[in-house]
Nanobody, 127 residues
């Protein structure tokens, strides 16, 4: 499966931004659990949010809980990340990722859980 992230940009603190991740290729999108990660220069890739293939239970990093919402449209093979009340600390390259292992319980926050990655989209939040 190929993943294409988009929607990044330059915003001010307090603004909102929505990211999308389109899946293509020989894929049954609903079979993949999906996640968003982010990476700032000099830092490790950090878990942001994840959602099961069915679009059920979502998980969030504490740093984004209450501000970010992950969702998916399996009919459109697309994953979303709605971000609000953005902070300068949210500045990073955001990556979407797909896990085909079938059960990511307890390990959804690990980059190694995911088999496929998008190319990343840069989000810059100015103060």
């Amino acid at each position: 499966v190929q993943l294409q992230a988009s929607g990044g940009g330059l915003v001010q603190a307090g603004d909102s931004l929505s990211l999308s991740c389109a899946a293509s290729g020989r894929t049954t999108f609903y079979r993949y659990d999906m996640g968003w990660f982010r990476q700032s220069p000099g830092k490790e890739r950090q878990f942001v949010a994840a959602v099961r293939g069915s679009g059920g239970t979502a998980h969030y990093a504490d740093s984004v809980k209450g501000r970010f919402t992950i969702s998916r449209d399996n009919g459109r093979n697309t994953l979303y990340l709605q971000m609000s009340s953005l902070k300068p600390a949210d500045t990073a390259v955001y990556y979407c990722a797909a896990s085909g292992r079938g059960d990511y319980s307890g390990i959804y926050f690990l980059p190694s859980t995911y088999d496929y990655w998008g190319q990343g989209t840069l989000v810059t939040v100015s103060s």
